[in-house]
Every structure is written in structure tokens, then in C-alpha cells.
């Protein structure tokens, strides 16, 4: 079952902007934590952004002050906000529930869900 569904990528120049769509079905939005995740072509899945049911986020290092992680509640869509992208900003982007998150965390603890990703080209 298909529970988290991505959308907005796309292609934007370095210093732009794009903003992440993943709709949430069934009890994955009320999951203790979301997370975004990005996945390159050259390595495993890097976990660049979460937020906890009761609001607190965390950021990759790479990311801070360029990226906002944030709930529409009524909506049940998780966003992602990414400002002033870089090339290593390129990848496939996917969102996780994770149902077994004490606290904030830039990885999955489980039991986890996933959606399929959408892709994020940055051009120089």
C-alpha cells in the first residue's frame, strides 16, 4: 500500500528555489517523526531534514538555513522548502514516517514507511 506520495521536484539553477510535496495517507501522518531523505546517484540515503508530531526539527548540516521542513496539518502534506540550492543538492527525494522515533533523528528507527521519491536536478 502506497501511503506517502512525493511531488514538486524538478529542475532549478543554483540559487533557486523548489518546494516538496509528500501527501500522506492512512496513520503516516500522525507518525512520531517525518523525515525528508535524499538519495544520490553515487552513495545510499542521507537523511537531510525531520520533524516530530509535536513540532521540533532537525537539519542536516549541509542544509541548515537553506532547506524548512514543515506540516500542513489540515492538508496532512509535509513540505520541504529549498532555497539557495547547490549542485550537491541533486538527487532523488524521498519522505519516511517513522513510527518508532523517540526524538529528533536524521534516520529512520522503524517501523518506517516510504514513498516512491521525486527527482531534484540542480544545474550550475
Known amino acids: 500500500q502506497v501511503s506517502l506520495t512525493e511531488s514538486g521536484g524538478g529542475t532549478a539553477p543554483a540559487g533557486g528555489s523548489l518546494r516538496l510535496s509528500c501527501r500522506a495517507s492512512g496513520s503516516a501522518f500522525g507518525a512520531e517523526s517525518m523525515i525528508w531523505f535524499r538519495q544520490s546517484n553515487d552513495g545510499g540515503r542521507e537523511g537531510v531534514a525531520a520533524?516530530?508530531?509535536?513540532?521540533?526539527?532537525i537539519y542536516a548540516d549541509s542544509v541548515k538555513g537553506r532547506f524548512t521542513i514543515s506540516k500542513d496539518y489540515n492538508k496532512r502534506i509535509l513540505y520541504l522548502q529549498m532555497d539557495r540550492l547547490k549542485p550537491e543538492d541533486t538527487g532523488t527525494y524521498l519522505c519516511?514516517?517513522?513510527?518508532?522515533?523517540?526524538?529528533?533523528?536524521?534516520?529512520?528507527?522503524?517501523?518506517?514507511?516510504w514513498g516512491q521519491g521525486t527527482q531534484v536536478t540542480v544545474s550550475l
Open positions: 520533524i516530530m508530531r509535536a513540532g521540533t526539527t
Open positions: 519516511a514516517a517513522d513510527h518508532g522515533a523517540r526524538g529528533p533523528r536524521l534516520a529512520t528507527i522503524g517501523p518506517a514507511e
